[in-house]
């Protein structure tokens, strides 16, 4: 399978503190994204990247923020964290522009609950 | 406004017998579109696509069939086992090129052994 980890897999934090996720890929893809899952909401597009230091915002960007300085690394930062933010968080990979056939390899998740 | 819609939220069928999962959508610059399977604790994984250009494709025991007229697509899986059952996303990718693809909400298949 495809070289993507999600770090940490699990997270706890309080209301008003930062959060940063972390998404690695070993597979040298030009495009890395991040979704969030909730229930009744599917997958939503926070933010992606079209390479280094080249993002944009998705459909539910407000309150993150991205970075992505090399291409293995996308991190996802929450600047101060709210409860509304408590969901699984998925970074997801692709090679093509198209997304004809393969679409996304996604990594396994970061769970967060803000509290 | 929802793009790919997934109706059903959940399905419940027993072992051996077909599952029939739906996909509507509304963006008539879709190309193509996909099937993704999720299991709990685990990141959704691909499953099966198929071009605008065509109305049918077959891999093993999945289908996916669509009807451009009707702007409806569905996944059949024949025969249903309970290793499949999982969450079942459809997804979209937009004409021309794009390197978005926009999502359903899911429907939840329980095959019943």
């Known amino acids: 399978d495809a070289g993507i980890t999600q770090s940490p897999r699990h997270k706890v934090t309080e209301t008003g503190t930062p959060v940063t996720l972390r998404c690695h890929q070993t597979e040298n893809h030009r495009y890395m994204y991040w979704y969030r899952q909730d229930p009744g909401h599917g997958l939503r597009l926070i933010h992606y990247?079209?390479?280094?230091?080249?993002?944009d915002k998705g459909e539910v960007s407000d309150g993150y923020s991205v970075s992505r300085s090399k291409t293995e690394d996308f991190l996802l930062t929450l600047e101060s964290a709210t409860s509304s933010q408590t969901s699984v968080y998925f970074c997801a990979i692709s090679e093509y522009s198209d997304l004809s056939v393969y679409g996304y390899t996604f990594g396994s998740g970061t769970r967060l609950t803000v509290v | 406004d929802q793009q790919v819609k997934q109706n059903s939220p959940s399905l419940s069928v027993q072992e051996g017998r077909i599952s029939i999962l739906n996909c509507d959508y509304t963006n008539s610059m879709f190309d193509y579109f996909l099937w993704y399977k999720k299991y709990p604790a685990e990141g959704p994984t691909f499953l099966i696509s198929i071009s605008s250009i065509k109305d049918k494709n077959e891999d093993g025991r999945f289908t996916v069939f669509l009807n451009k007229s009707a702007k409806h697509l569905s996944l059949h899986i024949v025969p249903s086992q309970p290793g499949d059952s999982a969450v079942y996303f459809c997804a979209a990718s937009p004409k021309g090129g794009s390197e978005k693809l926009v999502f359903g909400k899911g429907t939840k298949l329980t095959v019943n052994p």
């Open positions: 990247s079209y390479g280094v230091k080249d993002t």
